[in-house]
T-cell receptor, first 112, second 115 residues
Framework: KQEVTQIPAALSVPEGENLVLNCSFT??????LQWFRQDPGKGLTSLLL?????REQTSGRLNASLDKSSGRSTLYIAASQPGDSATYLC???????????FGTGTRLKVLA | ETGVTQTPRHLVMGMTNKKSLKCEQH?????MYWYKQSAKKPLELMFV???????ENNSVPSRFSPECPNSSHLFLHLHTLQPEDSALYLC??????????????FGNGTRLTVT
């Protein structure tokens, strides 16, 4: 049974710092992995999707990497800003299924 | 504007009431999802519809009844709920599910409180 873990559960950093959020999964037979952002009281916004054959994806200040064999993904945020404050979630799915398994998220606070 | 619209945003209902949550997507996707988000727990998949056919049903109690009349609309009918059903209910859509590397697009959710 696939399980997704995100550590740390919460993180506070000063503005401008580069930071790394971690996601680990127990079954390496994934089809893709997605990173999402959730603002308080809102839905999730998809940030990056990494296919199982890819090693990384980049969008602006965000870079996500995937090491499928070790069951890990990281989300790198460069030059963090207060507007980056949100909860970040990762989710994985297996081939041929509609079921995405989510982690519990990392709550990020970037201090001005 | 996310492309996925959920109504109402907030709902308070008694345990004997019947209510419905509505979701509409304007993205041309063919799969729609209901998720439940409770405090300190991972998102729980409830139902998935692909081309208006239910393809996932995650052991959800029968007091939750989904309906997908077409690929753009999804409903969740609620009756005789329990206080532990209070949560944020999120609707999402995608093109083809996990087979097509299509991102999930979420609505802003309905915050449900059962009294």
């Amino acid at each position: 049974k696939q399980e997704v873990t995100q550590i740390p559960a919460a993180l506070s950093v000063p503005e401008g710092e580069n930071l790394v959020l971690n996601c680990s999964f127990t079954d390496s037979a994934i089809y893709n992995l997605q990173w999402f952002r959730q603002d308080p009281g809102k839905g999730l916004t998809s940030l990056l999707l990494i296919q199982s054959s890819q090693r990384e994806q980049t969008s602006g200040r965000l870079n996500a990497s995937l090491d499928k064999s070790s069951g890990r993904s990281t989300l790198y945020i460069a030059a963090s800003q207060p507007g980056d404050s949100a909860t970040y979630l990762c989710a994985v799915t297996a081939s041929g299924t509609y079921k995405y398994i989510f982690g519990t998220g990392t709550r990020l606070k970037v201090l001005a | 504007e996310t492309g996925v619209t959920q109504t109402p945003r907030h709902l308070v209902m008694g345990m004997t009431n019947k209510k419905s949550l509505k979701c509409e997507q304007h993205l041309g996707h063919n799969a729609m999802y209901w998720y439940k988000q409770s405090a300190k727990k991972p998102l729980e998949l409830m139902f998935v519809y692909s081309l208006e056919e239910r393809v996932e049903n995650n052991s959800v109690p029968s007091r939750f009844s989904p309906e997908c009349p077409n690929s753009s609309h999804l409903f969740l009918h609620l009756h005789t709920l329990q206080p532990e059903d209070s949560a944020l209910y999120l609707c999402a859509s995608s093109q083809g599910g996990g087979r097509y590397n299509s991102p999930l697009h979420f609505g802003n959710g309905t915050r449900l409180t059962v009294t």
